[in-house]
């Protein structure tokens, strides 16, 4: 039987060989590039130890690149750009995205940790740096036991059995965070500044637990924040006739009655029945529709003008589904019925009763701040723990962002922490730190906090080690928990090694002190001092250090099983066969049309 050179040279490179093509269908890239003009891109194919080796050597890179920047001395990282000046940063995940390796299998291991720092950002947006110092030490540790002879399959399952029982010890010796100390701790410590620190603990603890902080770019060259209190609707008023206060622009109602309808009100035979009521009881009026027009909108800014009825009118936020949402978020939160035809209640039949109330309403050009009266406060609560549901299962990170802000809208108002700074660089460096804590201090909430410094897995590592191998009875199993045992110690080694003190002296004296004084002791590597961390605000969120040791087991012990590895073998090809190729498709293209 024959076989076409193009099907052998397939057939050869699955098989991690090169195949020998006539040089007729040959370029000298080393493309196949067969008579019909289709382009094949050949398979490198390597096995066991050799693919392993090479995963290995990526994972390294990333590593080494990313663990100088742990800790209160860690140092900064450069990235180069393409467009504009380069960036400093001190950002695990961030440094991590950004390598890329010549070498194809190399780089299979850099996206292996990629995955890995990416899984704790979303997670629990910070421990990046540790989960990747981790993976490193397990992947390290690991490849010398699979060469000694050890399964790879038992020594992943444990791996993984080992990291969810470290897991669990985090959590029964975290503490829950008691007051604005606490949040100032964790997002001083995760920021790496004291000031920053300060500013989102006075964040959080305006807004509450169910508000919301976001960072924005300010125009100065310092750090300010804003809070904005109320329910915040991104609309202004329709026509500047409502504006009262001619100097500040804006319209402001106090204890006005709200309607909330999805119509769009252009008729004012529609709205005169509710009109006439409002007049005879002098109650100022905030109109929340789709869209008001037309003779609708004439009367209102008559009467509005002439002193007869104090009313604003302003346009639904959001659009499509989302809108509705919004309505009825505002619904609730003022005490309205939502005027919709499609529960049955039209704009002529609506009473005064239907009206939501609340405390004052500012209306700006392109913002209105309704601020309410505390009326509504239980069937507020109900309705962000639904929106809450919601955003747990929204599919998206939009929706779970439209979610969140939907909350923070309705529970405690928005602060916004505006970062100032003097170059572009700097700036872009403190918002990721900025990001970073705010990260921190949310999952400090949610799970409590541990010392930091890396003393609480050296702690577990010093004091659970023989008590969580004993609860496996296979050998190779237990081979990969003591695995993972030794490597908890790593983040505390390297903590200590970027403050130019040598590791394992540190790590030895910690555990000389926890067994002396009890769990919380540790270095501060600020300070360069030991004490008790807990005591000197020296924290890290307990959620950040369970993603690390999860995050890091499950790709570490993936890549300890792998026996075989595919990748593309590079191509390069001259301007002139580029070119030459993007012609012939264009034409291939042409005549296919």
Same mark, same amino acid.
């Given at each position: 039987?024959?076989?076409? =050179? ?18 007729? *269908? ?15 891109? =050949? ?11 090479? @995963? ?13 920047? *742990? ?66 030490? &397990?992947? +390290? ?31 029964? @010796? ?46 100065? @060259? ?36 709200? @309607? ?25 009026? *905030? ?44 619904? &609730? ?47 507020? &609560? ?31 108002? &928005? ?31 949610? #799970?409590?906090? !541990? ?32 695995? *993972? ?13 970027? =403050? ?6 540190? #790590? +030895? ?7 002396? +004084? ?25 959620? !950040? ?49």
């Amino acid at each position: 039987m024959r076989i076409a =050179a193009p099907a052998l040279s397939l057939l050869l490179s699955s098989l991690g060989c090169y195949a020998f093509v006539p040089a007729a *269908l040959q370029s000298n890239t080393g493309t196949i590039r067969p008579a019909n003009g289709a382009l094949f891109m =050949a398979k490198r194919v390597s096995f066991k130890e050799d693919s392993r080796k090479k @995963l290995v050597e990526g994972i390294n890179q990333v590593a080494n690149a990313v663990k100088v920047t *742990l800790g209160p001395k860690g140092r900064n990282v450069v990235l180069e750009r393409n467009y504009g000046a380069p960036e400093i940063v001190n950002d695990g995940v961030t440094i991590a995205r950004e390598i890329s390796l010549a070498d194809p299998e190399m780089n299979v291991g850099v996206r292996l940790v990629q995955e890995v720092a990416s899984k704790s950002d979303s997670k629990a947006g910070d421990g990046t740096t540790t989960s990747t110092i981790m993976t490193q030490a &397990i992947v +390290n540790n690991g490849m010398k036991a699979v060469t000694s002879g050890v399964n790879p399959i038992a020594l992943n399952s444990g791996i993984k059995k080992a990291a969810s029982l470290v897991a669990a010890k985090v959590k029964e @010796l975290a503490t829950s965070v008691t007051g604005i100390d606490d949040l100032q701790s964790v997002a001083t410590i995760a920021s790496g500044s004291v000031d920053m620190g300060r500013i989102i603990a006075q964040a959080f603890d305006k807004v509450g637990e169910n508000g919301s902080t976001v960072i924005e770019e300010s125009q100065t @060259l310092f750090d300010e924040i804003e809070f904005t209190e109320g329910l915040t609707i991104d609309r202004g008023f329709i026509s500047p006739y409502f504006v009262k206060d001619q100097e500040r622009q804006v319209a402001e109602l106090i204890s006005p009655r709200i @309607l909330v309808t999805d119509a769009k009100i252009d008729n004012v035979n529609e709205i005169v029945p509710l009109l006439e009521q409002l007049v005879k009881t002098k109650e100022p009026v *905030l109109i929340i529709a789709e869209d008001v027009t037309g003779d609708a909108l004439s009367a209102l800014v008559v009467n509005k003008m002439r002193g007869v009825l104090d009313v604003v009118a302003i346009r639904a936020p959001g659009f499509g589904q989302r809108r509705k949402a919004y309505l009825q978020d505002i619904a &609730i939160a003022t005490g309205a019925t939502y005027v919709a035809e499609e529960v049955g209640i039209t704009l002529d039949s609506v009473t005064t009763d239907m009206l939501g109330t609340a405390d004052r309403c500012v209306v700006a050009k392109e913002q209105t701040t309704i601020v309410t009266d505390g009326k509504q406060e239980e069937a507020v &609560i109900a309705r962000i723990a639904q929106i809450k549901r919601e955003g747990e299962e929204a599919d998206t990170d939009f929706d779970r962002d439209k979610a969140q802000e939907r909350v923070a809208a309705l529970g405690g108002g &928005i602060a916004r922490i505006k970062v100032g700074a003097a170059t572009e660089t700097e700036l872009k460096d403190k918002k990721l730190r900025y990001e970073d804590a705010l990260n921190s201090v949310q999952s400090a909430r949610e #799970l409590g906090i !541990v010392p930091g410094g890396g003393s609480c897995l050296a702690y577990i590592q010093d004091t659970f080690t023989e008590e969580i191998l004993a609860q496996f009875d296979d050998e190779d199993q237990k081979t990969g928990a003591a695995i *993972l045992m030794k490597s908890l110690s790593e983040p505390c080694c390297q903590v200590a090694e970027n =403050a130019g003190v040598e590791g394992a002296v540190v #790590l +030895n004296k910690i555990v000389e002190l926890t067994r002396k +004084n009890g769990f919380g002791y540790g270095w501060d590597a600020s300070k360069n001092n030991y004490c008790n961390l807990m005591e000197a605000g020296v924290v890290d969120p307990a959620k !950040v250090t369970i993603n690390a040791v999860e995050n890091s087991a499950s790709v570490a012990g993936l890549v300890l099983t792998t026996e075989c590895l595919v990748t593309e073998i590079p191509v390069t090809e001259t301007e002139d066969e580029r070119q030459r190729r993007f012609d012939a498709e264009g034409m291939g293209m042409g005549m296919g049309m």
